[in-house]
C-alpha cells in the first residue's frame, strides 16, 4: 500500500507503478510462463476439443431476446444499421455525401501504384 501523500505515479516519469509492463523481466516470465494454467485442462482450447468448441458455439446468442437475436428475424433493424453504418467514422458521409460502390479500394494496395481513387 503507497505511504500517506504518496500516489501511484513515479516521482521522474509521471508512470504509473502497477500492472504487467511496469515489473521487472523476471516477474514477467515467472507469470507468462504460467499461461492457462489455471483453466483445467478439458476447457483450455477450443483446439484440443472439438465437442466443446460446437456446444460453445450452439449456445452463442441465447442470452439475446429472439427478437433482437440476428437481423435475419428482423429486417427493419437490419435497415436501419445498414443506413446508419459507419457514419460516425466515414468523413465522406458527415460532409453529405454517400461513400458508393466506386469509392471503394479494392485489391492490395502497393507503394507507388496509381490510387483507384485519383483521376487518372
Not at 501523500?5 to 516470465?29: L, P, V
Not at 515467472?30 to 482450447?45: D, F, L, N, T, Y
Not at 428482423?74 to 460516425?88: I, P, T
Request: net charge positive.
Amino acid at each position: 500500500m503507497a505511504a500517506a501523500g504518496e500516489n501511484m505515479m513515479t516521482e521522474n516519469t509521471g508512470k504509473s507503478r502497477r500492472g504487467f509492463a511496469s515489473m521487472d523481466r523476471e516477474r514477467q516470465r515467472e507469470i507468462a510462463s504460467k499461461g492457462g494454467r489455471s483453466v483445467p485442462e478439458e476447457k483450455r482450447s477450443f483446439s484440443r476439443d472439438r465437442g466443446l468448441a460446437a456446444a460453445a458455439g450452439r449456445k452463442g446468442g441465447q442470452n439475446v431476446s429472439p427478437e433482437d437475436r440476428s437481423f435475419s428475424q428482423n429486417r427493419e433493424l437490419a435497415s436501419h444499421a445498414g443506413r446508419k453504418g459507419g457514419q460516425s467514422s466515414q468523413p465522406l458521409r458527415s460532409a453529405g455525401r454517400s461513400a458508393g460502390p466506386d469509392d471503394m479500394v479494392k485489391g492490395p494496395v502497393v507503394a507507388g501504384a496509381e490510387s483507384p481513387l485519383t483521376e487518372a
